[in-house]
């Protein structure tokens, strides 16, 4: 039977009281999951609600130019029902998982960071030394964690997710609930970044953080090599 790796997503589909819609990235799911696959991981996708969960339109606008992971996943049945079918977080029982990885899209930093599904289930993984992933404001999903010692899960930890210059050139600083950069400081992570949408991620020990919707790859590489590691 193969290992199974948790992909959360968010059910949160507006930015803020703008009203535009937003979600999960769908680069940001499907490059990892299909290196996951592809490595012999059985990925299971959950989120707070269950279902199919929202995903950013913006993230698949242009068709005729979707990055090729995106084209794999949306031609891949397999993996098309599980999206549309995610487990609700509160029936996820982690101690049957190697890893859980968060993806971003703006939806993350709504709903993620006060599930008290998920902080359990971050808990859980800390304690046992699982890998944990996440990738642009999927970080933000993490700030609710702590560690059996009460630290928060990041704290003196190195990391990374989508920066302040970033968000400013998307011209959401205004929208989202926190600066994630900001946040992944004042929780004592030692905040690493590239240049801005450049790709970046950073592992240290079992934690594996990516800076933007570029770094996708590069964060599921570096959780493979951890879990090998194990």
């Given at each position: 039977m193969a290992d199974k790796i948790l992909m959360v997503l968010t059910s949160h589909d507006r930015l803020g009281e703008s009203g535009h819609p937003t979600g999960f990235w769908y680069e940001e799911m499907a490059a990892p999951y299909r290196i996951f696959d592809e490595a012999g991981f059985e990925i299971v996708m959950a989120s707070p609600k269950g279902g199919e969960p929202?995903?950013?339109?913006?993230?698949?606008?242009?068709?005729?130019?979707?990055?090729?992971?995106?084209?794999?996943?949306?031609?891949?049945?397999?993996?098309?029902?599980?999206?549309?079918?995610?487990?609700?977080?509160?029936?996820?029982?982690?101690?049957?998982?190697?890893?859980?990885?968060?993806?971003?899209?703006?939806?993350?930093?709504?709903?993620?960071?006060?599930?008290?599904?998920?902080?359990?289930?971050?808990?859980?993984?800390?304690?046992?030394?699982?890998?944990?992933?996440?990738?642009?404001?999927?970080?933000?999903?993490?700030?609710?964690?702590?560690?059996?010692?009460?630290?928060?899960?990041?704290?003196?930890?190195?990391?990374?997710?989508?920066?302040?210059?970033?968000?400013?050139a998307v011209e959401l600083t205004k929208v989202v609930p926190f600066l994630l950069e900001d946040k992944l400081r004042a929780l004592g992570g030692h905040y690493v970044k590239g240049e801005d949408f450049q790709p970046f991620a950073v592992r240290d020990r079992n934690l594996v953080t990516g800076q933007n919707p570029m770094s996708s790859v590069r964060t599921a590489e570096l959780m493979l090599e951890a879990l090998l590691e194990r």
């Open positions: 929202p995903h950013d339109p913006k993230s698949l606008e242009q068709l005729e130019t979707l990055p090729e992971d995106v084209a794999w996943f949306l031609d891949n049945a397999t993996a098309m029902e599980g999206l549309c079918n995610s487990v609700r977080l509160a029936e996820i029982d982690f101690s049957d998982f190697v890893a859980v990885f968060l993806p971003g899209g703006h939806g993350a930093v709504f709903d993620l960071p006060g599930d008290s599904n998920l902080i359990k289930i971050l808990g859980a993984a800390a304690d046992r030394g699982a890998v944990i992933g996440a990738v642009c404001h999927g970080p933000g999903g993490l700030v609710g964690a702590r560690r059996g010692n009460g630290e928060p899960l990041i704290s003196g930890y190195q990391v990374s997710g989508f920066t302040n210059g970033e968000e400013q």
